[in-house]
């Protein structure tokens, strides 16, 4: 049973940071991909940032680009995202996700491409 677990989350003034944690058990990290994704009340869930758990690539929302890095350590059994300058606008639960590579479509901000996802840690900055 894959499980994934956030933690790291808690409030912060604006320009400042919080690096956020996702434990991943239940299979074998390699041949995946993941996904942290947002979501404030009211809106929709948003994509954050991406990552092939083989290579390496990354990708990210244009709204957080040069804020935000997304990393996995050397096990591959923790994926983080350090969020740095954050905005009043970065306020939000956020989540990690995952899914074989094998059924990866390319789209990583669409939802829909995630089988597994964790239960969220809420992140909140004040002005």
């Known amino acids: 049973q894959v499980q994934l677990v956030e933690s790291g989350g808690g409030s912060v003034q604006a320009g400042g940071s919080l690096r956020l944690s996702c434990a991943a058990s239940?299979?074998?990290?390699?041949?995946?991909?993941m996904g942290w994704f947002r979501q404030a009340p009211g809106k929709e869930r948003e994509g954050v940032a991406h990552?092939?758990?083989?290579?390496?690539?990354?990708d990210y929302a244009d709204s957080v680009k040069g804020r935000f890095t997304i990393s996995q350590d050397n096990a591959k059994t923790t994926l983080y995202l350090q969020m740095n300058s954050l905005k009043p606008e970065d306020t939000a639960m956020y989540y990690c996700?995952?899914?074989?590579?094998?059924?990866?479509?390319?789209?990583?901000?669409?939802?829909?491409?995630?089988?597994?996802w964790g239960q969220g840690t809420q992140v909140t900055v004040s002005s």
């Open positions: 239940g299979y074998t990290y390699s041949g995946y991909h």
């Open positions: 990552i092939l758990t083989d290579s390496g690539r990354t």
């Open positions: 996700a995952a899914n074989r590579y094998r059924f990866y479509s390319g789209t990583w901000f669409d939802p829909s491409e995630y089988g597994y």
